[in-house]
């Protein structure tokens, strides 16, 4: 115990809020501050996604022009998924659909899957002497189709500035399941401006739009916002422990993520320097947003059977330099 405070709110853990007014209006927040100079808030209505994030002082993410949009404004035609994209620090893409829209064996999908906009069904929280605890499971499950379930903790150190996430998909159902996932991270101003230094440890880059190999001054070089420029996407090819960053030497702080290629085997690079919408996505999943048709066409589109579950982890940890 700190025999210097009250409360322990005087300088860490978790407090429960909701918004009030606009289309975010009712929405379940938790705001959670570890002492050290990280802080963010989960979003208890979309996924408990990470909706904000900053450290001591200077926004880390992307807060997209919609701001915060409740899930029951979401839109599953077409498109309509950018309607409600907050983006945020963390947007959860899948489970069983992640990428462009399309028709798979029979199914109408949406971009991005569903789940970002689907409210956990539980969600708890508590402080031991190491770390901030968070546990929220989600169901993305509907009759006569997939049954799946998502168990999401994250552990926030109280002595270092990081966070672990830790993902687990159950196929709670008893046929087999298509599993697609992708944490769809979004990197914002100040972190992000032209002075921002990326580092993805590729072994090769491929540019989505024509498929061709290029090399990373294309796709790391971060320019100042742009009127009418158009968004890029860049896959890389990782593998064993990895760990991407983003500094900022005008801030004098970054941003490390770290997990393992062999585990998440695919890292999308968003790249988007238009003006107000100005965004670094840095992306790791189990598939390429090409859509579930185009990954299942290749052979690439992974399952779960039933009872079977699978495992994912990813490391951020907040640093200043």
């Known amino acids: 115990m700190n025999r210097y405070i009250g409360h322990p709110h005087q300088v860490f853990g978790v407090e429960e809020m909701r918004l009030f007014g606009g289309r975010g209006d009712g929405m379940r927040m938790l705001y ?12 208890a209505d979309r996924c408990a996604d990470i909706s904000r994030l900053s450290f001591k002082g200077d926004n880390f993410s992307y807060f997209a022009p ?7 404004y979401y839109d ?7 309607k409600s994209f907050t983006a945020g620090f963390l947007t959860t893409c899948g489970l069983t659909a992640v990428g462009s829209p ?15 906009n689907t409210p956990c069904e ?29 168990e999401r903790e994250y552990m926030v150190s109280l002595k270092s500035n990081e966070i672990l996430l830790i993902d687990t998909i159950k196929n709670i159902g008893d046929t087999v399941s298509p599993l697609q996932i992708l944490y769809h991270c979004n990197m914002g101003y100040p972190l992000l401006d032209e002075n921002a230094e990326l580092v993805i440890p590729s072994t090769q880059v ?4 024509d498929g061709a190999v290029v090399g990373h001054k294309d796709c790391l070089t971060v320019e100042s916002p742009q009127n009418g420029i158009e968004e890029e996407c860049f896959f890389h090819t990782m593998h ?22 062999d585990e998440i085997r695919y890292f999308t690079q968003w790249k ?8 670094m996505g840095l992306e790791p999943g189990n598939c390429t947003p090409d859509g579930r048709a185009a990954i299942r066409e290749k052979g690439l589109l992974e399952f779960l059977q039933p009872g079977e579950e699978r495992v994912f982890q990813l490391r951020f940890e907040a640093f200043e330099a």
């Open 122 to 150: 539980n969600i708890a929280h508590w402080v031991d002497d190491d770390a901030i605890h968070i546990k929220a499971s989600v169901r993305d499950a509907r009759i006569f189709s997939h049954k799946l379930l998502l």
């Open 206 to 209: 491929v540019r989505r739009s």
């Open 240 to 261: 064993g422990q990895t760990e991407v960053s983003i500094y900022n030497p005008g801030i004098k702080k970054g941003l490390k993520m770290a997990y393992n290629a």
């Open 32 to 43: 959670i501050r570890n002492g050290k100079g990280l802080e963010f808030w989960v979003s």
């Open 66 to 72: 919609c701001g915060y949009v409740s899930p029951k």
């Open 102 to 116: 399309c028709e798979d064996d029979g199914e109408a999908l949406p971009l991005h899957g569903t789940i970002a």
């Open 76 to 82: 599953p035609n077409g498109m309509g998924f950018l």
């Open 272 to 279: 988007m320097m238009g003006e107000y919408d100005y965004v």
